[in-house]
Nanobody
């Protein structure tokens, strides 16, 4: 099993920045992809960003492209989400997810964190 714990959420004004962290523990050697999702009140959970095992491949939702940066430190078993130029519509609970190589190839997610709240005021 793998446990994921997010941190770094909070309240920020529009135009500001936050950096989220997601620390993995347990069978971390099985992790291939790490991802960020978010869920705003009354909306479905949506994909934000993904990074593969060596950080060589990243993907972003169009809504955050150019503003958010995903990175990972495998020595610390941690993935980060640097969020810049935040907008009120970025307000959501942000979730970290991880998957092994097989699940990654078919777009399935094996492990989820509990989420961290990000609130952007206008």
């Amino acid at each position: 099993q793998v446990q994921l714990v997010e941190s770094g959420g909070g309240l920020v004004q529009a135009g500001g920045s936050l950096r989220l962290s997601c620390a993995a523990s347990g069978r971390t050697f099985s992790i291939y992809g790490m991802h960020w999702f978010r869920q705003a009140p009354g909306k479905e959970r949506e994909f934000v960003a993904t990074i593969n095992w060596n950080g060589g491949r990243t993907y972003y939702a169009d809504s955050v492209k150019g503003r958010f940066i995903i990175s990972r430190d495998n020595a610390k078993n941690t993935v980060y989400l640097q969020m810049n130029s935040l907008k009120p519509e970025d307000t959501a609970v942000y979730y970290c997810a991880a998957n092994n190589v097989n699940s990654y190839s078919v777009g399935e997610y094996d492990y989820w964190g509990q989420g961290t709240q990000v609130t952007v005021s206008s």
